[in-house]
């Protein structure tokens, strides 16, 4: 079958050239049928692609070990939502094990899409894959990300990690097109992850001498651009974001909350004892979400033309509507009970927050 060159990119650091063959038959060309799309997995984030597909997408929530290719049939296309946008579903996974089942399901997942015959597979994950770090503002497409320099890390990050080591392994092959998306903070309706719980804690918490702006994507947002990559023939990593970011002092204030400054050994030293002892599930190193930055430049994306219909300051507010009314206190998020529910980032936060609290009190008193 003929088909024509898409190019998508632009040259220099921090920028990607995505190549495709868009078939006569792609989705977005005139005078055809739309094509049977099919979104794998769970959770608000995959609510979100699901609506952005509208009515030619339908939902599947895992593919079966047993017949896989029987739950994708007829697929022309195939989202696969690895970020859940819930915490609860992948806190305590630690090492390849706990990643093993999610590596499976990835696997059986684009191998039945190959079986199938689609065309295009989507694999949205997110951008903290490239971890965050005080001395790197922004991230771009082609930025490394954390596999390979030690080894994967347990929770939500190892989660992605192990599923995009998958579709790396998968985009090798001619067919099908892959696209995997890496979205900065997401929110929305239903979302929890870290930065949702940084703002259900009674302080915001920042790290000394550190600027962390806030860049927040919703959730209609990640659908669309898997839409927009599909219809367009986009390739490889893509990261995802509006173009603007918030500064600490516009969050403050935007959320009503003041800040607690501690000094990042103090911060990342507690939370690291904290999860040792076994109060919180997942490892310190979660709480650089929140602390630092991990912008995305959204480079292949914006290079295409896709623009975001909601601004990070859009986002904020409906972050905050999500969680008015709800905070991380120890008494009630923190508890032994509910530490799995938490994360070990919005633990920390609601912790070292109130402790800080505490001590500037005494110490005014």
């Known amino acids: 079958m003929s088909g024509r060159q898409v190019r998508s990119g632009r040259s220099g650091r921090g920028s990607r050239q995505a190549t495709a063959t868009a078939r006569p038959d792609a989705p977005g060309d005139a005078g055809t049928q739309a094509p049977d799309v099919v979104v794998v997995g769970t959770g608000p984030v995959a609510a979100g692609v699901l609506a952005a597909w509208g009515a030619r997408g339908r939902a599947v929530d895992e593919v ?3 017949d896989p290719a029987s739950a994708l049939t007829g697929a022309h296309v195939v989202v696969l939502v690895a ?17 093993a089942p999610a590596v499976a399901h990835a696997q059986r997942t684009l191998a039945a899409a190959r079986e199938v015959g689609a065309a295009h597979v989507v694999v ?3 951008a903290i894959v490239h971890g965050a770090h005080p001395d790197r503002p922004v991230l771009h497409d082609d930025e490394p990300v954390l596999a390979g320099a030690r080894a994967v890390p347990d929770g939500l990050v190892g989660h992605l990690l192990a599923v995009e080591a998958v579709a790396a392994r998968a985009a090798r092959r001619r067919a099908p097109l892959l ?10 309706r239903g979302v929890d992850s870290f930065v949702t719980r940084h703002f259900e804690a009674p302080r915001l918490l920042v790290v000394r001498g550190v600027e962390r702006p806030w860049q927040l994507v919703h959730v209609d947002d990640v659908g669309a651009a898997s839409v927009f990559a599909v219809e367009h023939g986009l390739t490889g990593p893509l990261t995802v974001g509006p173009p603007d970011v918030l500064t600490p002092a516009q969050v403050s204030a935007a959320a009503g909350m003041r800040t607690v400054e501690l000094a990042a050994a103090t911060a990342f030293g507690t939370a690291e004892r904290l999860h040792r002892v076994g109060v919180l599930p997942a490892p310190a190193a979660e709480l650089a979400y929140v602390v630092y930055p ?6 292949g994306l914006t290079a295409a033309g896709f623009v975001p ?5 859009d986002a904020l507010e409906v972050l905050l509507e999500g969680v008015r009314g709800r905070l991380a206190l120890a008494g009630r998020r923190v508890e032994r009970r509910d530490a799995a529910a938490l994360g070990a980032a919005g633990a920390a936060v609601a912790l070292l927050g109130t402790a800080a609290i505490w001590r500037q009190a ?4």
């Open 179 to 188: 696209t995997v998306l890496r979205p900065a903070a997401v929110v929305g």
């Open 124 to 126: 949205v994950t997110s």
């Open 64 to 66: 079966p070990a047993v």
């Open 309 to 313: 219909q909601r601004s990070s300051a």
């Open 294 to 299: 991990w912008t995305v430049a959204a480079d």
């Open 83 to 99: 970020h859940p946008g819930d915490l609860t579903t992948v806190a305590g996974r630690r090492g390849p094990e706990g990643h």
């Open 362 to 365: 005494r110490r005014k008193g």
